[in-house]
């Protein structure tokens, strides 16, 4: 079985570098996947970066894949921006972009049906906010 090697921006306080860290899958990933990781004894969120070579040393495996949906690449520079402005190592500002509290599941898109955004307002809405909504309804997987 092919082994993939991906360095991955981990997303924790406790993490105090900017460097990313080597980890193996068992599966191929995209650029900028949001997976969960080990990282000493705890499971933290991560951002693939890029897939690389073997390394010389043992990786850790990526625990899960937490999105089907890789992050946008403009996040990503959003948060290096973040990280230089406020010279802050760049695991504090993905923390931003990451979910609070990752929970490990299998993603079965068929099984969670599509909400319908209703509101109720004392003002009519205006053509341009009816179309927001329609649209919104009508695309239920696109984030707005």
Not at 54 to 61: I, K
Not at 63 to 81: D, E, I, N, V
Not at 92 to 97: H, K, T, Y
Not at 125 to 137: D, H, M, P, S, Y
Request: hydrophobic fraction near 40%; aromatic fraction near 8%; glycine fraction near 2%.
């Amino acid at each position: 079985m092919r082994m993939f090697y991906y360095e991955v921006l981990v997303a924790d306080g406790k993490y105090r570098s900017s460097a990313p860290l080597t980890y193996s899958s068992k599966d191929s990933l995209v650029p900028l996947s949001v997976v969960t990781v080990p990282l000493r004894s705890r499971t933290v969120t991560g951002f693939v970066l890029n897939e690389v070579g073997r390394p010389g040393f043992a990786a850790r495996e990526v625990k899960s894949l937490l999105s089907r949906q890789p992050l946008p690449y403009h996040c990503l520079q959003l948060a290096q921006w973040l990280a230089d402005y406020y010279a802050a190592p760049i695991s504090e500002s993905l923390r931003l972009f990451a979910p609070s509290r990752p929970a490990i599941r299998q993603i079965k898109a068929e099984a969670m049906p599509a909400p319908e955004v209703q509101m109720e307002m004392k003002t009519p809405l205006t053509a341009e906010q009816k179309r927001a909504v329609r649209e919104i309804n009508e695309n239920p997987s696109t984030t707005v």
